[in-house]
């Protein structure tokens, strides 16, 4: 290094100092050694100074994998024959000890190959189509969707049909429905006829709504309803002013939902319960290009949920798209500096935008679509409570309920966007969205935590949605790499193998995860089992059949891929139980889905002979809802992954559901009246 210029022979200082020159205050010319160190003889010896910069958790924790992947591969190289043979035990599959019980050992590269996955496998191929309600145009079914994830799983089931079980028969269900007309604007040439019920009667029919919806979403006030009502029952509908349409409208739909969640079972052909109800909204709904309002943004979040309730995704995710964008145009999304607002009225309007918001994302996320708005781009508060309202209100539960939703929309930007960023972890990714949940969990205040040792209890409604919506996002969250694992053991050649430990070969990482996704569909189920039999499931609602499908599958697929375990073939059971219940109330949305899990039910694992000692106890008990972030940390300090997070609840539950053998079910196949929104015979995986 020259540290003199060749423009006069002045002498620069060096960038870097030397220790000795640095200690010492004196000028260092650099080299090595420099000129200082090497006239005293002295070692010359620079300090480690390095830029820093700033890089993303998620991009270090991908490094740690990769040096890790690496490390492994190269200690596997290097062992001796000698080694190998004074250790056997260590590269057999079926004799690895567990990672949080013993040292750290070498694995087979086959089982290094079976946890690597950097990438969804949900998301594989192409992007699917299926036709549309009228058998026209096909529609986008995403990655994200439960129904989704059923079809794939059938599909790459049959792939397998000649190995594993010859007398199955795979008959997708198909479409035969009736498709309901939505008449618009019937009342051209006159008054529409419209039948209201008695006042008193719409006031429980409000009621039955309120504890579905309006626990969760703010569309609808009691006061203000009971306003309109008096006021729709004094006069007719003036057709020619928009706003006296909207709070019709938002009338009816508020006792379409009252009377879909208050009938338990439907037999009718003109449309499942409220359907009249809603057919005269739709005739008073104006049209998209008046002036915005914010009943007008109510009315069209209320038309796109009950689209959805109709199995109408593609409707649904128009009309509360509509909402969403009529709720930005005034400027719901950010926080106004309107002086004509007091604080009721900005606290109406954050509570109206957050739950479009919420329902925008859940109709979305679960279909698998795109999301309509970032949250970066939202300003507008939280909901918060007023002063005259008490601790536990409405804006608590909507507040809650609205951060699960937010935390969906992370599920689909980092699990199932098809476009990723060069260093993507799903691992990593899956592991910071159950920390997530785990902190949301921690946060949740105890009036709203479901009791799981309480089941035989009266329980409230907002409760059990929020725990049901809690549940689905932990089980969209681990599954992928749920359905990886279950691939890669259907696919070995010790598939058959009933004996083998599904964990073997695994990261804790990777087994606490799936570990946490069946204890979130068995107590999904274990709730909705509980809140069929006070009569608190919404039979012909979307929300429901969606948590109660979405569990099922998931138990379906680990009774088929991993070995026999007695709560998890009795959480099946239950599962398919409550399906089974919905759909033979006339949800026939819920028979489709139930019917195709009814054929796979039979590639489910049995006991063995050998496995006598199981069927002589009785099932475990049904676990309550984990803390996501438990398994995680206990993994990595080396604990038991299942020792105290999950404590025990009567195991009456499962006894009863054990007693059932769902291949009765089987023989009614043929006699299934199908009846879905399009045609799973086109399914292309």
């Known amino acids: 290094m020259s540290s003199i210029s060749e423009s006069g022979g002045h002498i620069r200082r060096a960038p870097i100092a030397c220790n000795r020159c640095r200690k010492r205050k004196t000028k260092c010319l650099g080299g090595v050694p420099c000129r200082t160190c090497a006239i005293s003889r002295q070692d010359c010896i620079y300090p480690n100074s390095q830029k820093k910069v700033l890089v993303s958790e998620g991009y270090l924790l991908d490094l740690e994998a990769r040096i890790k992947a690496y490390e492994t591969k190269a200690e596997e190289t290097s062992v001796t024959p000698s080694s190998v043979a004074a250790t056997p035990e260590i590269l057999g599959a079926e004799n690895i000890i567990p990672e949080s019980s013993a040292p750290l050992q070498l694995t087979t590269s086959r089982d290094t190959d079976k946890d690597d996955i950097d990438k969804n496998p949900l998301i594989e191929g192409t992007a699917h189509l299926v036709l549309s309600p009228g058998g026209g145009e096909r529609q986008y079914l995403g990655d994200s969707s439960s129904t989704s994830l059923g079809l794939r799983f059938q599909d790459f089931i049959k792939t397998f049909q000649s190995e594993l079980n010859n007398g199955i028969e795979f008959d997708a269900p198909t479409q035969s429905r009736t498709n309901f007309s939505i008449r618009?604007?019937?009342?051209?040439?006159?008054?529409?006829?419209?039948?209201?019920?008695?006042?008193?009667?719409?006031?429980?029919?409000?009621?039955?709504?309120?504890?579905?919806?309006?626990?969760?979403?703010?569309?609808?006030?009691?006061?203000?309803?009971?306003?309109?009502?008096?006021?729709?029952?004094?006069?007719?509908?003036?057709?020619?002013?928009?706003?006296?349409?909207?709070?019709?409208?938002?009338?009816?739909?508020?006792?379409?939902?009252?009377?879909?969640?208050?009938?338990?079972?439907?037999?009718?052909?003109?449309?499942?319960?409220?359907?009249?109800?809603?057919?005269?909204?739709?005739?008073?709904?104006?049209?998209?290009?008046?002036?915005?309002?914010?009943?007008?943004?109510?009315?069209?979040?209320?038309?796109?949920?009950?689209?959805?309730?109709?199995?109408?995704?593609?409707?649904?995710?128009?009309?509360?798209?509509?909402?969403?964008?009529?709720?930005?145009?005034?400027?719901?999304?950010?926080?106004?500096?309107?002086?004509?607002?007091?604080?009721?009225?900005?606290?109406?309007?954050?509570?109206?935008?957050?739950?479009?918001?919420?329902?925008?994302?859940?109709?979305?996320?679960?279909?698998?679509?795109?999301?309509?708005?970032?949250?970066?781009?939202?300003?507008?508060?939280?909901?918060?409570?007023?002063?005259?309202?008490?601790?536990?209100?409405?804006?608590?539960?909507?507040?809650?309920?609205?951060?699960?939703?937010?935390?969906?929309?992370?599920?689909?930007?980092?699990?199932?966007?098809?476009?990723?960023?060069?260093?993507?972890?799903?691992?990593?990714?899956?592991?910071?969205?159950?920390?997530?949940?785990?902190?949301?969990?921690?946060?949740?205040?105890?009036?709203?935590?479901?009791?799981?040792?309480?089941?035989?209890?009266?329980?409230?409604?907002?409760?059990?949605?929020?725990?049901?919506?809690?549940?689905?996002?932990?089980?969209?969250?681990?599954?992928?790499?749920?359905?990886?694992?279950?691939?890669?053991?259907?696919?070995?050649?010790?598939?058959?193998?009933?004996?083998?430990?599904?964990?073997?070969?695994?990261?804790?990482?990777?087994?606490?995860?799936?570990?946490?996704?069946?204890?979130?569909?068995?107590?999904?189920?274990?709730?909705?089992?509980?809140?069929?039999?006070?009569?608190?499931?919404?039979?012909?609602?979307?929300m429901d059949g969606e948590h109660a499908f979405s569990a099922a599958i998931i138990l379906v697929m680990v009774n088929i891929a991993f070995p026999y375990n007695a709560r998890d073939r009795a959480a099946m059971n239950m599962a398919l139980e409550v399906l089974n219940g919905i759909a033979d109330k006339g949800n026939a949305h819920i028979k489709s889905l139930h019917r195709l899990l009814l054929s796979l039910y039979p590639m489910t694992r049995l006991e063995n002979s050998d496995e006598s000692l199981i069927q002589k106890q009785a099932p475990e008990a049904l676990a309550p809802l984990p803390d996501p972030s438990a398994a995680f940390l206990s993994q990595m300090d080396g604990d038991n992954a299942n020792a105290g997070i999950f404590s025990n609840v009567d195991t009456n539950l499962f006894e009863e559901a054990g007693a059932g053998d769902e291949r009765i079910w089987e023989e009614g196949f043929e006699f299934f009246d199908v009846n879905m929104d399009f045609d799973w015979t086109q399914w292309n995986s």
């Open 184 to 542: 618009r604007n019937s009342f051209q040439d006159g008054q529409p006829k419209i039948s209201l019920p008695p006042f008193a009667f719409a006031k429980r029919l409000y009621a039955a709504q309120y504890a579905y919806l309006g626990t969760i979403f703010a569309f609808t006030d009691m006061d203000l309803f009971e306003e309109s009502l008096h006021e729709i029952y004094d006069r007719p509908v003036d057709v020619s002013d928009k706003d006296d349409c909207l709070v019709y409208c938002e009338v009816l739909l508020t006792l379409a939902f009252g009377q879909m969640y208050s009938v338990n079972q439907w037999t009718s052909n003109d449309g499942p319960p409220g359907f009249e109800y809603f057919q005269h909204a739709m005739q008073l709904l104006p049209g998209l290009h008046e002036q915005g309002s914010v009943t007008f943004i109510k009315v069209l979040s209320l038309v796109g949920y009950f689209f959805q309730n109709l199995n109408r995704r593609d409707a649904a995710f128009l009309y509360i798209g509509l909402a969403l964008r009529m709720a930005i145009s005034m400027g719901l999304h950010q926080e106004v500096p309107d002086q004509n607002l007091d604080d009721r009225a900005r606290e109406h309007r954050r509570r109206l935008w957050w739950s479009v918001y919420s329902m925008d994302r859940i109709l979305c996320v679960k279909s698998g679509n795109p999301l309509t708005i970032a949250d970066h781009d939202i300003g507008v508060l939280p909901p918060s409570r007023l002063p005259d309202e008490p601790e536990m209100c409405p804006a608590t539960v909507l507040l809650h309920y609205t951060e699960l939703s937010r935390i969906l929309g992370k599920i689909m930007k980092n699990l199932y966007r098809r476009t990723r960023t060069e260093n993507y972890s799903l691992v990593s990714s899956v592991q910071a969205i159950l920390t997530d949940l785990s902190n949301w969990h921690t946060n949740l205040p105890q009036v709203l935590h479901f009791d799981f040792t309480k089941l035989d209890k009266e329980i409230s409604r907002e409760a059990v949605s929020i725990y049901l919506h809690y549940s689905q996002c932990i089980n969209m969250t681990a599954r992928p790499l749920v359905f990886h694992v279950v691939r890669s053991r259907l696919q070995s050649k010790d598939s058959t193998n009933n004996a083998s430990d599904w964990k073997t070969g695994l990261s804790p990482t990777t087994i606490a995860v799936i570990d946490t996704c069946i204890s979130a569909a068995r107590n999904s189920i274990a709730i909705m089992s509980t809140t069929s039999k006070q009569n608190l499931i919404a039979t012909y609602g979307y």
